[in-house]
């Protein structure tokens, strides 16, 4: 699976949007881009994914650069339950054997 | 959607016995199972692959003997921190795939104390 990086932490006011970047600039062109995000002392939550369009569920938007090699979570109104580290992976997906490799991601913390 | 239970939340043991942790999918079937360890403030580790039926697949420098994983049917697995010291306690979680898009299904973690 491709690499990714990402800040180690950001900070949001709350009722702002959240925009957390991610680069990916060895993505395959199979892999699509995931998002998790883990509140502390609970297991991983799936956000969204896409491959090359954005997307938007009821939680985040997910903008995906023409190139693939760099996307945008973006959370539009972050509230302090949104403080959770957001991890940026990407992998073929779609098979029930692939592995989710985290690493380190973003420790974002909505202030007040 | 799917759902994963993991139990038990949190178990204190004495160093030298051995703790179970359970991971269920409640709504559906999963083959596959994977276990992870998190230190705090570390992200999570991947320690093995869990297939039903069958051994599980450890990642490098994972103890196979020390972490027993058995997945015998096709809604459960088991990891068994055997011969547990201090250095294991850790936040262990473990998750379970559908096989679709949105896969991954991860349950609530176990945190693990050895004293």
């Known amino acids: 699976d491709a690499k990714t990086t990402q800040p180690p932490s950001m900070d949001c006011a709350e009722g702002r949007a959240a925009n957390l970047p991610c680069n990916h600039s060895?993505?395959?062109?199979?892999?699509?881009v995931y998002w998790y995000r883990q509140i502390h002392s609970q297991g991983p939550q799936y956000i969204i994914h896409?491959?090359?369009n954005n997307e938007t569920n009821e939680m985040a938007s997910l903008i995906i650069t023409e190139d693939r090699k760099s996307s945008t979570l973006i959370l539009p109104h972050a509230t302090l339950r949104d403080t959770a580290v957001y991890y940026c992976?990407?992998?073929?997906?779609?098979?029930?054997?692939?592995?989710?490799?985290f690493g380190p991601g973003t420790s974002l913390s909505v202030i007040p | 959607g799917a759902v994963v239970s993991q139990h038990p939340s949190r178990v204190i043991c004495k160093s030298g016995t051995s703790v179970k942790i359970e991971c269920r999918s409640l709504?559906?079937?999963?083959?596959?199972m994977f276990w992870y360890r998190q230190f705090p403030k570390k992200s999570l580790m991947l320690m093995a692959t869990s297939n039903e039926g069958s051994k599980a697949t450890y990642e490098q420098g994972v103890e196979k003997d020390k972490f027993l994983i058995n997945h015998a049917s096709l809604t459960l697995s088991t990891l068994t921190v055997t011969s547990a010291h201090p250095e294991d306690s850790s936040f262990y979680i473990c998750?379970?795939?559908?096989?679709?898009?949105?896969?991954?299904?991860f349950g609530s973690g176990t945190r693990l104390t050895v004293v």
């Open positions: 998750s379970a795939s559908t096989g679709s898009l949105i896969s991954h299904t």
């Open positions: 060895t993505i395959s062109g199979n892999e699509y």
């Open positions: 896409g491959l090359k």
């Open positions: 709504d559906f079937q999963a083959t596959t």
């Open positions: 992976i990407v992998r073929v997906g779609g098979t029930s054997y692939d592995k989710v490799i």
